[in-house]
């Protein structure tokens, strides 16, 4: 960086002009998204898009916390998405349906908090394959006891039950919204509130320990500290997003089920989240979650209008998809988003 480059210097980390003018205009875009997303085609369909991609952005930051930062890959987090989810589905379900959120919301996250210190009390002791593997076989166990638990759980087809209770107020500021449009910004708040807190721990002492760990971690204990504790710590601010983002989903879909929140396909499309924007950087995997979502449910289907001799069903989506995170993999492994932000970085003049 040369000496005459002005940066911003915040509790979140150092950026120069270019890097905040685009942190600030993609702020500034989730903001507004329901206005200007109404002169695009199909704005329901956008705006849903943006919602879930909220919510699997909050995923994509919890995993990367823990996985990203610390190096241990986690194949489990989906079971603590899917804890959440079923505590508030559950706690509706067998105890009360008028229950308050102001209830269900810290049960659900405290209860996600606990599953994840469960499985990374043993797991976190080891190294390298064996904990990737206990994680993975986590979910399984969580999925298998569902059926057993059908009585509470709703077995293989879940809680059906109506779980939407954010009230029917459409007035934010003043603005008269559409109901999609006031679920947008139930998930938008709270996914910025998330990066917030997750950017500030990742440059805080602790954040650096996870990475030292990531990259040497003989050295970490060799300075005198406690890798296995820092380890159990990570996987603890990772439990409480995704108790969040668990949440969320269960109120934006008004049921929980296996397919949707417990296996392992949602922990690996978490992982391809962080894989496109960037693993370790905690912007990274809210790009790659945006970008993930939206293509999926909104771009390749407006595609499939535009070319109707192609078939851009679910199947053809996902491949294309999971194409992408391949050539990602072999030929860009920092990330799309983190290039992205290494090129601001030189455009701003940064002599990187």
């Not at 120069?16 to 903001?31: E, G, P």
């Not at 399984?140 to 939407?164: A, D, W």
Request: glycine share 10%; aromatic share 14%.
């Amino acid at each position: 960086m040369t000496d005459s480059t002005p940066r911003f210097t915040t509790p979140f980390g150092s950026m120069n002009t270019v890097q905040f003018a685009f942190i600030a205009a993609s702020v500034l875009a989730l903001l507004t998204a329901p206005f200007w997303s109404a002169m695009l085609p199909s704005h329901l369909a956008l705006m849903q898009a943006l919602t879930i991609a909220c919510i699997w952005a909050i995923f994509a930051m919890g995993w990367d916390i823990q996985s990203g930062y610390t190096g241990y890959i986690s194949f489990g987090h989906s079971v603590l998405s899917g804890a959440a989810g079923y505590t508030t589905a559950m706690l509706i379900y067998n105890v009360d349906p008028n229950m308050s959120l102001w209830i269900t919301i810290p049960l659900s996250i405290i209860v996600t908090v606990l599953i994840g210190l469960v499985i990374a009390l043993p797991s976190l002791r080891l190294r390298g394959p064996y904990f990737s593997l206990i994680t993975f076989a986590a979910v399984l166990v969580f999925y298998r006891m569902l059926r057993p638990l059908s009585e509470y759980t709703g077995g293989e087809t879940g809680i059906s039950r109506n779980i939407y209770t954010y009230g029917s107020d459409t007035t934010i500021l003043g603005f008269e919204l559409f109901y999609y449009e006031v679920r947008y910004y139930i998930a938008l708040v709270p996914m910025l509130l998330v990066a917030l807190g997750l950017l500030y721990i990742s440059r805080s002492n602790n954040g650096m320990v996870f990475k030292a760990i990531r990259e040497n971690e003989s050295a970490v204990e060799a300075a005198g500290l406690d890798a296995t504790k820092f380890k159990i710590w990570s996987f603890a601010v990772s439990s409480v997003p995704m108790g969040i983002g668990g949440v969320l989903l269960v109120h934006r879909f008004g049921s929980v089920d296996p397919e949707l929140f417990v296996i392992v396909d949602n922990s690996i499309e978490m992982i391809a989240m962080a894989v496109l924007g960037g693993i370790g950087s905690i912007l990274g995997p809210i790009a790659g979650a945006f970008f993930f979502i939206v293509a999926n449910d909104y771009l390749l289907p407006g595609f499939g209008n535009v070319l109707p001799i192609i078939d851009f069903g679910t199947t053809t989506r996902y491949a294309v998809l999971w194409t992408l995170v391949l050539l990602v993999l072999v030929f860009a492994r920092d990330g799309l988003g983190r290039k992205l932000w290494n090129w601001l970085g030189r455009l701003g003049g940064d002599d990187r």
